[in-house]
């Protein structure tokens, strides 16, 4: 049993991480073995999301006044919490092992102030992640600058073989 001071200073972390997670999700964890829980925690944490079991009451006074509060009212029963900077991280990796661990069940999730509902996040999970999102931004915007050096590089490219073709020409004549 935590005393006052050690909830307290759950509150404060949790709300430290409420606020500066731009997403959170909520699933119920019962059915799954510690083996399962340990893995999904794992795999959470490889990928910077933070995840823990947290009593109810905790977590709504910690989610109080973020744009995680709209959670507030879906803690109820055994609740785990995954929350991420990266708004697809979360909903990526409990969607993908819900489908193998039919015992985790998703509950509800927040993305920047908005609540979602398990379908939204099953969309959410689909998107390609941040990292591969920058990546393809900057191609894309890599790709005209390309085309453009490419083009301004052709035209002193054909002037010195059209030079080349001259002198070539010249020198057979003489």
Known sequence: MLNLEQKKAVVADLRARSEAAQ???LADYR???????TDLRAQLTASGVFFKVVKN???????EGTDMEPLTEHFSGPTA??????????AKILTEFAKDHEDLEIKVGVLQGKS???????ALAQLPDRHTLLTQLAVGLNAPATKLARSLNAVPAKFARALAE???QKGEAA
């Not at 059915?31 to 829980?37: A, I, K, S, W």
């Not at 009451?57 to 989610?63: D, I, M, S, T």
């Open 57 to 63: 009451n905790l977590a709504k006074r910690a989610v």
């Open 31 to 37: 059915g799954l073995t510690v083996d399962e829980v």
């Open 116 to 122: 979602m509902s398990q379908q939204d996040l099953v």
């Open 166 to 168: 001259v002198r070539d």
């Open 23 to 25: 997403a959170a999700v």
């Open 81 to 90: 919490m995954a929350l991420s900077e990266d708004p697809v991280a979360a």
